[in-house]
């Protein structure tokens, strides 16, 4: 099983950028599949999940401006992230239930 995440860079603070987690082997987006973040020198911090019916849970400092959602023709989850401030910068994770997690990518908010 694998987990490919994507979407991550630099983008000034009020812009967008749409994360893209692709799930592979045995791990299938019919799985509940999250997204987490990790800033320099702080832990882990959840931020978003949906579920294998849909059911989808946010953060509440991105509630109302990250979007989960999923393509499970393309075996992939998103995060599309609006309204981007400097406290969003982080490495973000795509992971499953298990516990099996991507590599990250970088997203970094700075003017």
């Known amino acids: 099983a694998q987990l490919v995440e994507s979407g991550g860079g630099l983008v000034q603070p009020g812009g967008s950028l749409k994360l893209s987690c692709e799930v592979s082997?045995?791990?299938?987006?019919?799985?509940?599949i999250s997204w987490a973040r990790q800033a320099p020198g702080k832990d882990l911090e959840w931020v978003s999940s949906?579920?294998?019916?849909?059911?989808?849970y946010y953060f509440g400092s991105v509630k109302g401006r990250f979007t989960i959602s999923r393509n499970n023709t393309k075996n992939t989850v998103y995060l599309q992230m609006n309204e981007l401030k400097p406290e969003d910068t982080a490495v973000y994770y795509c992971?499953?239930?298990?516990?099996?997690r991507g590599q990250g990518t970088q997203v970094t908010v700075s003017s």
């Open positions: 992971s499953t239930a298990s516990g099996l």
């Open positions: 082997g045995f791990a299938s987006t019919s799985d509940t």
């Open positions: 949906i579920s294998g019916g849909g059911s989808t």
